[in-house]
Each structure stands twice: as C-alpha cells, then as structure tokens.
C-alpha cells in the first residue's frame, strides 16, 4: 500500500502571487520616490542621533561639504564660516541642523555660509522622526540654496535705497530753493511795506482821498504776498518738523466772524456770498491763532 497526504495550499499560492504583487508595486513606488527626490533642487538628508548624516540626492552630496559632513564631533574647517540672516556669526556646533536632534522643528531657517571661492545662502526646513518609545530615531534635514533669491533681494534693496537717497536729495534740493526763493520774495516786500509807513508818516495829510485807496491797496496785496511767501517757508519747516506753535486762549467764533467779514468783498468781486453762522456766541479753544487764520483763510 502507499500513503498519499495532500495539502491545500490554494491560499498559499493566492498570498505568494498578492505578495508578488505588493513587492511590484513597493519597488516601482520606491523607483518613483526615488527619481523625485533624486530631481529635487533641495538637499535632503538624513541626520541619525550618532551624527551621521545620509544624502538622499545629488544635490545633497554636493552641499554636505560646506557643513563639513555633518561631522558634529570634530572642528569645522577655519576657511568655511556660518553667519544668520542678520550677519552674526555662527559657531559650527550650534548651526540649525543639529538641534533638529534635540527635538526643535525647523521651517525656513536662513543661514550663510562663506568660504574663500564662494557665499552661499540655504534656507533649512526639518523634524526629528521618533521611534516607538517616543525617543528620535533619526531627523530629516531639507537644505535649500537660496542664494540667487537673496542676491535679487539685495540688489532691490540696495536700488530702493538709491532711490529713497535720490529722492531726499531731491526734497533737500526743493526745500531749499524754496527758503530762497521765500527769502528773495521778502526783501522786494519789506521794501514797498517801509515805502508806504513813509509815505503814511510823512505824506499822510497831504495825499488824497484816491491816493490813500491805492495805498490801502498795495499794504493790502503787500501783507497777501507776505503771507503767501510764509506759506512757502512753512512748506520748508514742515517738512523738517520745525514748526513753531504760539498758542493762547482765543475766541473762535468771534475771530472767524471776522476773518469771515475780512473777505466778503473779495468774495463779493468773484460773485460769491460769503456768510458766518454759528449756533453759539462763544468758543475758547487754547490754539496758534495765526495758523488757524491761516486755515480758515485757505478754506
């Protein structure tokens, strides 16, 4: 006789071919994830906790250099030096990357690195990974080069410097031809404003009625042109912060009253009615009375 013992191994076979086709799947994934990572224009690392560090890309294998391989427990070389974005010097030890070891998160840390053939500038992104028992197992460093970003940035800054210094100069040359120009305009002024005191003092009872209209007139469009040219030195003082209040307790509706009675018949010349109501008889305010006479005069 014989003995014949059959196996059922339907399933088995089933599970080899699932598993064949899991392993499939796995190895065209990892091929896919590596040529992604293996196109990336960041550098991307793998730091484990006994600092040693594996590149995950050519990118990485060419960066790795300027950060001395990663090599914590040795000196970095004295030609390579690390510096923050604000331009304080970094010592190696302390660089971003390892305190991705002692649990610190990292999200576009800048940092430069200079040696005697180049100045690079990275922008560093990481996150330690933990094992089971919470403890980091290893961190993944993505590393950057953001150098020609930086260089761009620099020169739009610099150029908007120039601009901002080309400006001031500008404003500095406007303001001062506006002081001189001011200052021209007064001494023509001063002049005419002592030639009527005389004529007033020393000719007053001889001129006529007609005489003492024109007159009244030229004081009048002499003390407007005064003003304007005050206006023009406070354009100047302005822009400098160096105006000057002389502030005193004074009725603001009385004096807009009169100010207000001051320009009707100049306004009467334009066609204009020109009239001042107010719901009180009395308003103190503690202000520079002339720059307020100055704004209801404009308005």
């Given at each position: 006789?014989?003995?014949?013992?059959?196996?059922?191994?339907?399933?088995?076979?089933?599970?080899?071919?699932?598993?064949?086709?899991?392993?499939?799947?796995?190895?065209?994934?990892?091929?896919?994830?590596?040529?992604?990572?293996?196109?990336?224009?960041?550098?991307?690392?793998?730091?484990?906790?006994?600092?040693?560090a594996v590149s995950l890309n050519q990118e990485a294998k060419e960066v790795r250099n300027l950060f001395n391989n990663f090599q914590y427990k040795e000196e970095c070389?004295?030609?390579?030096?690390?510096?923050?974005?604000?331009?304080?010097?970094?010592?190696?030890?302390?660089?971003?990357?390892?305190?991705?070891?002692?649990?610190?998160?990292?999200?576009?840390?800048r940092i430069t690195v200079t040696t005697p053939e180049a100045t690079h500038h990275f922008s560093i992104s990481g996150r330690p990974v933990y094992d089971d028992s919470k403890n980091i197992h290893f961190s993944i460093v993505c590393?950057?080069?953001?150098?020609?970003?930086?260089?761009?940035?620099?020169?739009?800054?610099?150029?908007?410097?120039?601009?901002?210094?080309?400006?001031?100069?500008?404003?500095?040359?406007?303001?001062?031809?506006?002081?001189?120009?001011?200052?021209?305009?007064?001494?023509p002024l001063t002049v005419i404003g002592s030639a009527i005191q005389a004529l007033e003092l020393f000719c007053g009872k001889e001129?006529?009625?007609?005489?003492?209209?024109?007159?009244s007139i030229i004081k009048?469009?002499?003390?407007?042109?005064?003003?304007?040219?005050?206006?023009?030195?406070?354009?100047?003082?302005?822009?400098?912060?160096?105006?000057?209040?002389?502030?005193?307790?004074?009725?603001?509706?009385s004096v807009t009253r009169l100010l207000t009675d001051s320009v009707k018949i100049y306004a009467a010349q334009k066609n204009l009615q020109l009239s001042f109501d107010a719901d009180i008889g009395t308003k103190m305010f503690f202000i520079d009375e002339e720059k307020y006479e100055r704004v209801i005069l404009n308005i």
């Open positions: 006789y014989f003995v014949e013992i059959t196996y059922d191994v339907t399933e088995t076979v089933l599970n080899r071919n699932k598993i064949k086709i899991q392993k499939d799947q796995l190895f065209k994934q990892f091929q896919q994830f590596e040529t992604v990572v293996e196109n990336m224009s960041d550098a991307l690392f793998i730091i484990y906790n006994d600092y040693s070389p004295k030609d390579i030096c690390y510096f923050d974005y604000m331009g304080n010097p970094i010592s190696f030890h302390n660089l971003s990357v390892f305190r991705l070891l002692k649990g610190e998160q990292l999200k576009a840390s590393i950057r080069d953001v150098t020609t970003q930086v260089v761009q940035d620099n020169y739009i800054l610099n150029v908007e410097k120039e601009k901002k210094e080309n400006l001031e100069k500008a404003i500095a040359i406007k303001d001062d031809f506006l002081t001189l120009i001011s200052h021209e305009f007064k001494t001129l006529s009625d007609k005489a003492r209209r024109y007159i009048q469009n002499s003390l407007r042109q005064l003003r304007l040219v005050s206006n023009l030195l406070d354009i100047t003082r302005g822009s400098a912060d160096q105006i000057r209040f002389y502030k005193k307790n004074i009725d603001i509706v």
